[in-house]
């Protein structure tokens, strides 16, 4: 079936480093890719979602590019800060399909 | 504000017990989900609704589990006779079928079960 698989935590990183959380999946077809971002006590949010082959989602200074030859969808941003600090879920989900499928998600911790 | 909400926020109950958790969709999003998220994990889809219709139910969801969306606008979550593996995060989402693109699920603050 299909899955979403990504890298274990926690991150932890000082202010203003690179970040790379890595994302891949496994799917029968042809799904969207989504990033959602958990803060400490709040809902999960959409970070960013990319729809097909090649595409690059970003947000926020996020971004991450729906790579189909690697089945990849690797969450990067060149400089992070400390209210960054959470917990980023890869997820895919095909078009007009009912159900959400998500990794376990990935926490990260920023210092300052 | 205008978007997904639930209520009660936690809920702390016994063993054998019965609750119930509601779940306002953003107002006009025809679609409307029911996950569960345990502790170091992702959320996990329970059921989903098209307006009033119940259209998915995940294996997840045991005959102690029900769920409601009688008008097609807020809908309810039901867990009889509670066990400890009960005890999680209960998601709702809602989306929009005019969102042809993605289809893109907003998720709410979630209600927080502990069963003791």
């Known amino acids: 079936g299909d899955s979403v698989t990504q890298m274990e935590g926690p991150v932890t990183l000082s202010e203003e480093a690179f970040l790379t959380i890595n994302c891949t999946y496994t799917?029968?077809?042809?799904?969207?890719l989504f990033w959602y971002v958990q803060y400490p006590g709040e809902g999960l949010q959409l970070l960013l979602k990319?729809?097909?082959?090649?595409d690059k989602g970003s947000n926020k200074g996020f971004e991450a590019t729906y790579r189909k030859e690697t089945t990849s969808f690797h969450l990067e941003k060149g400089s992070v800060q400390v209210s960054d600090s959470a917990v980023y879920f890869c997820?895919?989900?095909?078009?007009?399909?009912?159900?959400?499928?998500f990794g376990a998600g990935t926490r990260l911790f920023v210092k300052a | 504000d205008t978007g997904v909400s639930q209520d009660p926020r936690h809920k702390i109950t016994k063993r054998g017990q019965n609750v119930t958790f509601r779940c306002d969709p953003i107002?006009?999003?025809?679609?409307l989900y029911w996950y569960r998220q345990t502790l170091g994990q992702g959320p996990e889809f329970l059921t989903y609704f098209q307006n009033e219709a119940q259209l998915e139910k995940s294996r997840l969801l045991s005959d102690r589990f029900s769920a409601e969306r009688p008008k097609g606008s807020f809908s309810t979550l039901e867990i009889q006779r509670t066990e400890q593996g009960d005890s999680a995060m209960y998601l709702c989402?809602?989306?929009?079928?005019?969102?042809?693109?993605?289809?893109?699920?907003?998720f709410g603050p979630g209600t927080r079960l502990t069963v003791l």
């Open positions: 989402a809602s989306s929009s079928h005019r969102d042809l693109s993605t289809d893109t699920q907003y």
């Open positions: 997820a895919l989900r095909y078009t007009g399909g009912f159900k959400t499928i």
């Open positions: 107002s006009e999003h025809n679609r």
């Open positions: 990319a729809t097909k082959a090649d």
């Open positions: 799917a029968t077809g042809y799904p969207s």
